[in-house]
């Protein structure tokens, strides 16, 4: 059984940068790719952000590249979203989740899910 528990989220304003945490405990962490996905009120998930499991490959949503940087330390079994640059429209509730692929792969499968963290922007 895997455990994700993200933290880090949080009331900010527009231009701010927050920074995301994802702890994972009961599968090997460094074995598998990890993600990012965020759903806003009334809509549907969406893919933000991916990382291989070496860390050395990475994908993003398009309006998120040049400010959201994700990143990983296997030591520590964590997987990091770095948000800057916030705007009102990346205000939702923030969801890591492992693969079950080493590779990035943003259709995944996604098998393990945090339970989320909430973002807030105000414009």
């Known amino acids: 059984q895997v455990q994700l528990v993200e933290s880090g989220g949080g009331l900010v304003q527009a231009g701010d940068s927050l920074r995301l945490s994802c702890a994972a405990s009961g599968r090997t962490f460094s074995s598998y790719a990890m993600g990012w996905f965020r759903q806003a009120p009334g809509k549907e998930r969406e893919f933000v952000a991916a990382i291989s499991r070496s860390g050395g490959s990475t994908d993003y949503k398009d309006s998120v590249k040049g400010r959201f940087i994700i990143s990983r330390d296997n030591a520590k079994n964590t997987v990091y979203l770095q948000m800057n640059s916030l705007k009102a429209e990346d205000t939702a509730a923030y969801y890591c989740?492992?693969?079950?692929?080493?590779?990035?792969?943003?259709?995944?499968?996604?098998?393990?899910w945090g339970q989320g963290t909430q973002v807030t922007v105000s414009s």
């Open positions: 989740a492992q693969s079950s692929r080493t590779y990035v792969n943003r259709g995944g499968p996604w098998n393990y």
